[in-house]
C-alpha cells in the first residue's frame, strides 16, 4: 500500500486504537470502538484496511496475527471479547462479505443490508438448498445450538453446513448469540430477531453505500484507490461513487483520481482536533 501522510496515520492511529494509551481492554471499550467507526474487522490484521477489533487490542500499528493463534494472548483476548460481544447483542456480528467476520454498530445495520442483505421474496431463488433447509428449521426453532441445527434441518454433512451457515450469514439472515464452550458450540439464531428495526428498515442501496463510505472516511481520514472496496468487499466502482457522493456533498474532498480526504470543519473537531467520534473517552472528558 502507498504510504499516507503522518497527519493521516495519527488519525487512524486514533480512530482504530493503534496507540498504546488506547488500546481496547474490555468489553465496553471494544464496544464504544466499534460504535464510534461503524464497522470492524474481528481478526483482520494491519495488512488488511479498515479497523479491526483485533488490532484495537493490540494498541499498535503492526499488529499482525500470528500463525499459532491459540498461544497467543492478543489473538486470544480479542477472541474472548467477541464472545463476550455476540452474547450481550448490542452489536451486529457475523461473517459477511467474502466471509470476514465483521462487527456492525446499529446505525450501519440498515445501510449494510441494502448492499447485501436478501429480502424474504428473494430467498428462495438466492438460496442453496442447504440454506434454505437450515432457514427454515432456524424459524421453526428460533434459537439453537449448531450440533441440533444439523439434525432439525437434515443437512447433516459438515462442510455443506459450514458453507450453508456462511452463505446465511453473508445474506444477513442469521447470526451467532452466543458461544458455549463445553462442549464447543454456537447457538444460531435469526438476525431479524435480534435487531428487528433496523433490519426492516428501507434504505436505497445509494445511501447505503455513501454511509458505509461516510463510516470509513471519517475514521481512516483519507482513502487511496481500492482502499474502501478491500475494507467492505464493495466493488471499486461501487465505492467510488460513495466517496464521490460524499464530495459532493462537502463531507470530502478529491485531491487525487481514487484519492478521498477527509474535510474537518470546526464543529466536527475534538479536543484533540480529531473527529469527536475518535476521541478516546478520557479525551472528552
Known amino acids: 500500500m502507498e504510504s499516507l501522510p503522518l497527519e493521516i496515520e495519527e488519525h487512524r492511529d486514533r480512530c482504530w486504537r493503534?496507540?498504546?494509551s488506547l488500546r481496547v481492554d474490555s468489553v465496553a471499550d471494544a464496544e464504544r470502538f466499534i460504535e464510534h467507526v461503524g464497522f470492524a474487522g474481528c481478526l483482520a490484521d494491519t495488512r488488511r484496511p479498515g479497523p479491526s477489533l483485533y488490532v484495537a487490542v493490540c494498541g499498535r500499528r503492526d499488529a499482525v496475527m500470528p500463525r499459532n493463534v491459540q498461544k497467543d494472548e492478543e489473538a486470544s483476548q480479542a477472541w474472548l471479547l467477541k464472545d463476550e460481544i455476540l452474547g450481550r447483542g448490542r452489536l451486529y456480528y457475523a461473517k459477511l462479505t467474502r466471509g470476514r467476520a465483521t462487527f456492525v454498530a446499529p446505525r450501519l445495520i440498515a445501510s449494510f443490508h441494502a448492499v447485501?442483505?436478501?429480502r424474504r421474496a428473494e430467498e428462495k431463488r438466492r438460496l442453496s438448498p442447504p440454506a434454505l433447509a437450515l432457514l427454515r428449521a432456524l424459524?421453526?426453532?428460533w434459537e439453537i445450538a449448531t450440533i441440533d441445527l444439523r439434525k432439525a434441518s437434515g443437512v447433516a454433512d459438515r462442510p455443506a453446513f459450514?458453507?450453508?451457515?456462511?452463505e446465511l450469514q453473508a445474506s444477513m439472515l442469521v447470526v451467532p448469540s452466543a458461544?458455549?464452550?463445553?462442549?464447543?458450540?454456537?447457538i444460531w439464531t435469526l438476525a431479524v430477531g435480534r435487531f428487528p428495526d433496523e433490519l426492516r428498515q428501507r434504505v436505497a442501496r445509494p445511501d447505503a453505500v455513501r454511509e458505509i463510505a461516510r463510516a470509513f472516511l471519517a475514521s481512516a481520514g483519507m482513502t487511496i484507490p481500492g482502499e474502501l472496496a478491500r475494507a467492505t468487499g464493495l466493488s471499486r466502482a461501487e465505492a467510488g461513487l460513495g466517496n464521490r457522493a460524499l464530495v459532493a456533498e462537502g463531507f470530502a474532498t478529491m485531491p487525487a483520481r481514487g484519492v478521498?480526504?477527509?474535510?474537518l470543519g470546526p464543529t466536527s473537531r475534538g479536543r484533540s482536533g480529531f473527529p469527536e467520534a475518535c476521541e478516546s473517552p478520557r479525551n472528552r472528558n
Open 18 to 20: 493503534r496507540d498504546e
Open 116 to 118: 447485501w442483505g436478501i
Open 139 to 141: 424459524r421453526r426453532e
Open 162 to 166: 459450514t458453507r450453508a451457515m456462511d
Open 179 to 186: 458461544v458455549v464452550y463445553r462442549p464447543f458450540t454456537y
Open 260 to 263: 478521498y480526504r477527509l474535510v
